[in-house]
């Protein structure tokens, strides 16, 4: 009946939207939906956080000076257009699966009496009400808060209060939105054209945008300020200025704001004490550049406004060929031949993992951590923060002055990246590696989980840390010197040994094995990071001094070695056999997530 349809669209668009949250590895007792509507809440935080220090500049002022509010104006449109490009491009990263018709809403959905088209619709809206909640809470208070902050001391008419703010509003979705096509037309487009190999690149494609996003986010700020001066009058000669997309959406807020705060005048009866001679020439300086940077701000936004427009129809239209009928679930091609360990595998068989227990720890954790989207996106996350650390590390190294110790910023970022790459790993051992397979891992369990324990902590050191600390040792290896590079080298892993112990010493639930429950970690992550922040200073002020001579480092690498010895020791002695290890990881499952729905 037609009275009924747009009931069912409603349905199926709650339906949808319910399944972006949903997760079978998070047991019953967490709430995902209250997750959701806290990191909204977060979000609006933040943003109206940003909003209040960046409009401080605009009212904590004795003077008002309109060309030198809408220079620094400019310099916060970049800002704000960045931040909503990349978060938004992170939410469809973040909701990866969810952006498409999969084999389970093929499978339940499929069948019934329900016309295709209004399925596919319904998944649209879904992502619509996503993007736009989202940008509601990212872009809802500067959009009142930053104009007003910046036209607080000038007498500005109401209209063109509202202009500056529907410019602030227009130019931010638009770049979110851009943001979030853009990361929806690359998934679909590489799904038809990858065929039967979607499936095997789908996820290392997650993670590495995971981490190129996470990574320019963190290091946004190195990059803004000076837009108007700078950047706005070289777009139409340098061509790193004009193939950016925020500037492309810049220039379209610039055009929608047009003058309004330049071109303000102070009234006489309003007027404070003329200015002085030096904040005069301030003022009329930044009105020239104004004025200067206006001349290419028109191509600037039509190029943002026909970008949007094509990677929306791009990524629209790909998305409707791909559900355009149902299709069989895509498998990657088999390989032929009988799967043999490698030699990789067969080394470590015969030294880091020898017995049963410890192997099946050890490949477990490493099959987890690559295969896991969860567990992926855990490390990506945490890999990506590390990096941004250590590329200010490193410039921090380049700009300090010769001397005979190694700089302190490139010894700490080694410390730095090491406790990012930790809290990804204590992230991804807190989730299971799959709920309803735990009966499994009970048939063949040994009653002692010491040997699993420790395949886990070589798989993390062996698999994991190694090979983030080798790539950091190619590339400190110019600053500090092969002798030098190498000492810090083994500094680096034993200080990742010693973590590694230090962690698995305390009370901890069986890594990949226990069911998630959400907890209040993320209220301590501020005090985790400047714990970080302190040690890794300390540390490298200690690494620097013992770097200068042999015996200096081969006394640190004995402290270290004992202190791993002993941690060890402790471990073996507390990691004894316990009744309640199986209820560990045999929670009580709901019906839905037992029948894999």
Known sequence: MPSSSPPRARLLTRHFLTRLFDNDLVSPQADAHKSASLGLAGLATFATFIAIITGSKFILTPFVMPALNAVGYVDDALLYVTMSMILLALVAVVAWDGL??????EAILGPLPIPRAMIVSAKLAAMGVLAGAVLLALNGPPTVLHPGAALAMLPVSVPGAFRLMAAHAIATIGAGAFGFCSILALREVARTALGGWWPAVSTRLQALLIVVLATAFLLMPGWLGRVAEQRLPAAATD?????????????????????????LRVRPRLARPPLPPRFQRIEERSRAIHRQSRAAIRPLALVAVAALVGVAALAVGAFLWNARRPAARPRTPQRGGVPRPSALGRLVMATVARAPDVRAGYFFALRTLARSVPHRAALAVAAAFGLALATIGFGRAMRAPPSTAAPSALLGTQTLL????????????????????SWSVQLAWPADPRGYVAGVKRAIACGVGLPVLLVLLLAQLPFLGVARGIGHFAVGLLILLVAIEARFAAAHPLPFLSSYVAGGRAKLAPLWFVAAIVGSEAIAAIESRALLAVSGT?????????????????????????????????PQLDEATQLKL
């Open 100 to 105: 498409a018709l999969d084999a389970r809403d």
């Open 554 to 586: 081969l006394v640190l690498l004995g402290v270290l070695t004992a202190l791993w010895a002993a941690l060890a020791w402790v471990g073996r002695r507390t990691g004894a056999p316990r009744e309640d290890d199986l209820d560990l990881f045999q």
């Open 418 to 437: 090491i406790a990012c790459i930790l809290a990804g790993c204590e992230q991804a051992m807190r989730l299971p590696a799959h709920l309803p397979a």
């Open 239 to 263: 061509w790193r200025v004009a193939a950016s997309p925020p500037m492309w959406f810049v220039g379209l807020h610039e055009v929608l704001a047009g003058t309004v705060i330049v071109d």
